[in-house]
């Protein structure tokens, strides 16, 4: 018969020495396993007397029960350790910069956004924003578009079927101008802002996707201080800067927009072969973006006297900008999501001006 009260002093004497989850598991199958000591006493006591089994069973009895109580404190005091040290072990400092060999990529109309701010704001511009979903109003009505002009057709605009508040008509901004009556409504004058963002229109082919991006640029003045040529002038600074061409040949041809009078195009100029379009020299032109003076009765609108003050605006296309800077033939493909696409023509976190492929 075995000493049950030496048998627990070196138990609790293991358990106590015990210092990893491992360690504690070894005392308990040294004592409770099949081949345990405690198991064994168990079996032995078939081996007793009636009288002996019931005093032997019962010290065995209350030794378990302590042993198993010791057993769960020091268990759990040492899974605290193991947690504490593997959280320590993992720990991940999110402030520090990222690494040089990121994985991830900057999207290419992400970087035309970025460089795009970036010329605008070194002529005074700020970064203004509008809601995705618009109303009738600011898409249309108060830009001049007025009812049944042939320009809300052309949009094919998205109309949701939910209505906002007064039962107004609610749709996708077709274009980024409601974002100019916005600001006008809202900030002081003078202003001098950009607004990139999505837009959308019912129309899906390998030139158009329901949503796109444009940037709208708005600057509004007293009257002596804005006139066609700065806007001339902010338009080929931009282009040339963006595209990174001093000579880059660039005209504006007289056009309508119903927010503007009066109104342009702008053309770069380009050559066109097989392999695509070519920015720079060459013998053609090709349309980056709409522009004009502020129509007097947007300006009137917004509460603001077109006698006193004046102002320019201008929008394009930002997919367009990225296809042409950057040599992405589809316009599809931006929006589709294939890593190999996005590990070719994206950009690592901090390069300047050279897509991911050229840094590698
Ligand atoms: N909103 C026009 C469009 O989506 C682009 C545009 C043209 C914006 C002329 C302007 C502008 O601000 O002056 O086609």
Partial sequence: MIDVEILEQEALEAIQSADTLNAIEAVRIDIMGKNGKLTAAMKNLANLSVEEKKAEGQKLNTFRDRFNTQLQVKKNQLEAIELEAQLKKE?????????????????????????????????????????????????????NILENHPARQMHDTFY???????DVPLLLRTHTSPVQVRTMLSQELPIRIIAPGKTYRCDSDQTHTPMFHQIEGLYVDRAENVHMGHLKSCIETFCRAFFEMSELPIRFRPSFFP????????????????EGVHIGGGSDWLEILGCGMVHPNVL??????PEEYQGFAFGMG????????????????????HLQWIKHYGFLPFSVNCNANEDA
Wanted: net charge negative; proline share 5%; charged share 25%.
């Fill in 300 to 305: 009137r609108n917004c509460g603001i006297d």
């Fill in 91 to 143: 720990f991940i400092d999110v402030t520090l910069p990222v690494s040089a060999q990121a994985a991830g990529r900057i999207h290419p109309l992400t970087k035309v956004i970025e460089e795009a701010t970036d010329i605008f704001a070194q002529m005074g511009f700020s970064v203004a924003e509008g809601p995705d979903i618009e109303t009738d109003h600011y898409n249309f009505s108060i830009l």
């Fill in 259 to 274: 927010f503007t009078e009066p109104s342009a195009e702008v053309d770069i100029g380009c050559s066109r072969s097989k």
């Fill in 160 to 166: 949701l079927k939910q209505r906002g508040a007064d």
């Fill in 318 to 337: 930002i997919e367009r900008l990225a296809m042409l800077k950057y040599n992405i033939p589809d316009l599809r493909t931006f929006f589709e999501g």
